[in-house]
């Protein structure tokens, strides 16, 4: 089976708004692969064009050099632009730039409309999103109603109607509270372990990331690395040169190992560290 998303040395460069006859290049001959069934979050400070690699994975933004592919089809096929979009699913970090609708079920169902989708159909796959989201009992309210967490789901609701292949996530939960992100991240994980959607999660929240199954870290426009969280957590300074964070747990097994302590570097979880420090009391 063919990568669901190809990205073959990729750059892209942004007009310099002081300087107009000159560009920005933020994305640096990039390569990556992405499978069906993966869970990868996608690491990096502000600035370093993790952001605008998300959008070239529908074709939102197109490569300045190189070629990406999703699902076989190249992203600048203008006359196939649709059919790459049904493929890959984006949300992005504010749920209201997404909600068109004044009622949950109708926004669910507007990309549907967009589709052609016949009525009938239509309602079988709004509803069956809704319960995937676990939104269906909200149905029926207003989007301004929710709570952020909650439009946020709702945003997720109306892309798996659609029934892409991959959902790409750019920071859903920048603006939510911890329960808000809480819910979200339940629905991530459950839309990739359920349904076996991909799901590409660009995000600033090291405990998120540290739930998927890849993470790939992107540093002024390259992939610095590539590996297991497990893998790429450990190199905790490393991480922090980046001017990135480490889950709390591996943070304080890191500090126990430098005052001698034998820790394992690639704990990651409260529990884990728990379970390691009272084996060595």
Excluded: W
Aim: with cysteine; glycine share 8%.
């Amino acid at each position: 089976m063919e990568p669901l998303i190809q990205i073959d040395n990729i750059r892209f460069s942004y007009p310099n708004e002081e300087e107009p006859e000159k560009t920005t290049e933020v994305l640096k001959g990039i390569s990556l692969t992405f499978e069906h069934g993966e869970l990868v979050a996608v690491l990096g400070h502000n600035g370093s064009g993790k952001s605008t690699l998300a959008k070239m994975m529908n074709g939102v933004l197109l490569p300045t050099q190189g070629r990406v592919t999703v699902a076989g089809i190249d992203t600048t096929d203008e006359a196939r632009l649709l059919e790459i979009r049904q493929h890959v699913g984006m949300v992005f970090q504010n749920p209201d730039n997404q909600i068109v609708a004044t009622i949950v079920e109708e926004d669910v169902a507007f990309g549907l409309e967009n589709l052609g989708v016949p009525p009938d159909e239509m309602r079988v796959r709004v509803d069956q999103a809704l319960h995937a989201v676990g939104m269906y009992e909200y149905r029926e309210h207003a989007p301004h109603q929710l709570s952020g967490g909650q439009k946020q789901r709702v945003a997720i609701a109306g892309i798996i109607a659609m029934r892409p292949d991959c959902i790409v996530l750019d920071e859903p939960t920048a603006m939510l509270d911890p329960q808000g992100r809480r819910e979200v991240m339940r629905t991530i994980k459950m839309l990739n372990r359920d349904y076996g959607i991909t799901v590409i999660l660009i995000t600033h929240e090291m405990d998120e990331a540290a739930q998927c199954d890849r993470v790939i870290v992107v540093d002024h426009g390259s992939v610095h690395m590539d590996a297991p969280p497990e893998k790429v957590f450990s190199h905790v300074q490393e991480m922090r040169a980046l001017g990135l964070d480490v889950p709390q747990a591996t943070e304080l097994c890191d500090l126990l190992r430098q005052a001698g302590y034998a820790l394992d570097p690639e704990i990651m979880t409260v529990e884990a560290c728990v379970e390691a420090i009272a084996s060595i009391l």
